[in-house]
């Protein structure tokens, strides 16, 4: 396993779409292990392989519940609505509040190739969607409602 260094805002790879794993091999499994490995050393929820400059859809999440690995997500159903802060590992410094869906449902592969399906709610909704838009090379600033300033800022990290 290795720490990867992310991508930050302005690196092309950052815009472009993943393209799908179609064949689940030790090469894919170690970017899993590198991605969660540097989304846990850079405090993240959440990182995209395009973040680590790796053009495929692989994601990883942790809201707290335990690491979830998706490769290939899909969302298949979403519902609701919710406005809330969400930053970005590739875009540091920034916060801005973003609509998202309130519950969400992916369909996805799991590291032995079988298919899955998980429904998020709140953060973990949240998670889902900004991991997701970024391996169709769409970033939370893209979508954002407006951006928080600075005494903004302190009182998220503080929630």
Do not use: W
């Amino acid at each position: 396993m290795a720490i990867r260094y992310v991508r930050k805002i302005g690196d092309e790879v950052l815009r472009k779409k993943a393209k799908p794993v179609t064949e689940i091999n030790s090469h894919i499994l170690t970017i899993l292990e590198d991605m969660a490995q540097t989304m846990y050393l850079n405090d993240g929820v959440g990182l995209a392989a395009n973040q680590i400059g790796v053009l495929r859809r692989l994601v990883v999440i942790d809201v707290g519940e335990g690491l979830l690995e998706l490769i290939n997500p899909e969302i298949v159903y979403e519902e609701g609505e919710q406005v809330g802060a969400e930053g970005c590992l590739s875009i540091p410094g920034v916060v801005g509040e973003v609509k998202r869906p309130k519950k969400v449902k992916v369909k996805y592969l799991d590291r032995e190739g079988k298919e899955r399906e998980i429904e998020g709610e709140d953060l973990l909704a949240r998670a889902l969607c900004h991991e997701i838009d970024h391996l169709n090379g769409v970033l939370f600033i893209d979508k954002a409602i407006r951006f928080l300033d600075e005494e903004e800022k302190e009182q998220v990290k503080e929630v």
